[in-house]
Structure formats: C-alpha cells, structure tokens
C-alpha cells in the first residue's frame, strides 16, 4: 500500500502525539524482556506492525498503530508484584484493553487488537482482524529480538534504541 504525504504525516502525527503522552510516558518505568522497557518495547512493535501493515491492501493502519503502542499498556512491574506474576501472560492484555479505554477512549478494534495480541498462549483470543494479526506478529518478533539480546548490551543500547523510535518513518 503507498500512502500519500497527508497519510504518512496523520500517522506520524498520531506516534508523537502517543510518544510525548504523559500517560504513556509512564511505561518508562516498567522493565520489559531483558533489560528493555514497556515504552521502548511498545514504539518498536509499532514501527514494524506499520511497515508491515503497508504491505497489507486495505490494512487500517490507524488501528495498527494505536493497538501496537496500546498493547502492553498495563503499566506495572509483574516481576515483582507477586499478585500478578502467574498469570500476567493471560491477564495483561485486559489490564492494558481496560487501561486503553479509560485513558484514550480507544475503539473496540484498538480493543480487540490489544486483547488478542497474547495468541497463541491465550489460545481462545485469536487475532481476528488483520490488524490484530499484523500487531501480534510484530510483537512476537520485537520480543524474540529483545529476549535474545543481554541486559548489558540493553543498558548500553538503550539511547540508541530511543534514537530508533523517534520517528514512525525512517527518512
């Protein structure tokens, strides 16, 4: 899919806007896979579910976009506390839905996409929608990246990963 100058800046738009949220800044402070965090994580997760969404005819990559920065949007530490530590990998995704609605007033698509994005480990939420499918995969690939990299390489990376996702489209 090509977008137009207008397209790709309304998205672009749409990542600042979410980058700078005071709200989503908050997930600075949740540790991720291997020494990353939830910000970072999340951002990376979007600018592949986009470039892969361009790849789909008729992918709303609106709703790519919002449910891949929104994904992991639970915004605790399941390492350490110990009442949501088992089941964080099944829960999550409906703490974040939850957390995305109350904050952003997200559409049930945005919803669905979050919700979904644990599959196949939450076996009975299937990512529908291609959108949904689009942001499952990116997140699976981030997640395999960051969990195969050390956590001192992490620290030391760190500003260059939040180089990374400055913006939404490489120039």
């Not at 990559?61 to 350490?80: A, E, F, M, P, Q």
């Not at 644990?118 to 689009?134: D, G, L, V």
Request: with cysteine.
């Amino acid at each position: 899919m090509k977008l137009s100058i207008e397209e790709k800046q309304e998205l672009e738009n749409i990542y600042n806007s979410f980058k700078e949220n005071e709200k989503i800044q908050r997930m600075k402070q949740v540790p991720m896979h291997r020494g990353s965090n939830c910000f970072i994580h999340c951002f990376k997760v979007a600018k592949l579910a986009v470039k892969r969404g361009l790849r789909h005819k008729k992918a709303d990559l609106k709703l790519v976009l919002l449910g891949s920065i929104l994904h992991d949007y639970y915004l605790y530490d399941w390492r350490t506390d110990k009442s949501k530590k088992k089941r964080h990998g099944y829960d999550h995704p409906f703490i974040a839905s939850k957390n995305a609605e109350e904050d952003f007033q997200v559409p049930k698509e945005v919803k669905d996409i979050i919700e979904s994005h644990m599959w196949p480990m939450n076996i009975k939420f299937f990512p529908k929608t291609k959108e949904a499918r689009i942001v499952t995969l990116a997140d699976k690939a981030i997640a395999i990246k960051e969990s195969l990299s050390s956590i001192s390489y992490k620290k030391k990376r760190e500003e260059k990963y939040l180089k990374d996702i400055e913006l939404l489209f490489d120039k």
